[in-house]
């Protein structure tokens, strides 16, 4: 096979490609190495990606209302045809899925959340989701800082992609998330990418 035949997962391949080019290039040169403007601005990503993922199917409360603005809508319906009906199944789920502290078992019934971060919220609840989402924010502030630009590429592809499907859970699809191993374990910094070959790192 020459291309990917899932469309989401083939994009998000191209851009890590073109993500970790340049990460090479800026590691060869000591390029803006620990810089807090970009650390702050990558750490945005994973707030921002979550909060269009609640914004956007949000405006489809507001399609029978004649007093709302037409044009945020008709940009609305061209997005949800581009990601294929993801936007208004988010819709459906937030219209149909209760939210339970604890989470609740979606049954894979209509409608199917094709988003990480609506189905995190209501499979898991509202404070493991706030919890995952303040880890993996930290996780790319942490990376950016010690100047780690191809963790720092996975990571912000894994963002974006968590848009597009909820499969960003599974290690088989996407092995990235083995680079939150150092958050989640409480490890310093220093033995987040450590090396057990390398008897210096350990």
């Not at 609506?118 to 706030?130: A, K």
Request: charged share 10%; hydrophobic share 50%; proline share 5%.
């Amino acid at each position: 096979l020459f291309y990917v035949r899932s469309r989401s997962a083939g994009v998000s391949l191209y851009i890590l490609t073109v993500f970790v080019l340049l990460s090479v290039w800026l590691s060869s040169r000591n390029c803006l190495h620990g810089s807090k403007i970009i650390s702050a601005l990558a750490s945005a990503a994973l707030p921002f990606t979550g909060l269009i993922s609640f914004g956007l199917p949000a405006l489809y409360f507001f399609r029978d209302d004649p007093n709302f603005p037409q044009a945020p809508l008709a940009v609305l319906y061209k997005l949800n045809g581009l990601f294929t009906s993801r936007l208004e199944l988010s819709f459906c789920a937030m219209q149909t899925y209760p939210v339970k502290i604890a989470g609740y078992l979606l049954t894979g019934e209509y409608p199917y959340i094709d988003n990480l971060y609506v189905y995190l919220f209501y499979s898991v609840g509202p404070v493991m989701f706030l919890l995952v989402c303040a880890m993996a924010t930290y996780a790319l502030y942490r990376y950016a800082r010690m100047g780690n630009w191809a963790a720092l590429s996975c990571l912000l592809v894994l963002v974006a992609y968590g848009f597009m499907e909820n499969q960003v859970l599974h290690l088989t699809s996407a092995p990235a998330d083995l680079l939150l191993t150092g958050i989640i374990f409480a490890l310093p910094y220093s033995r987040w990418n450590c090396d057990p070959a390398d008897s210096e790192s350990a």
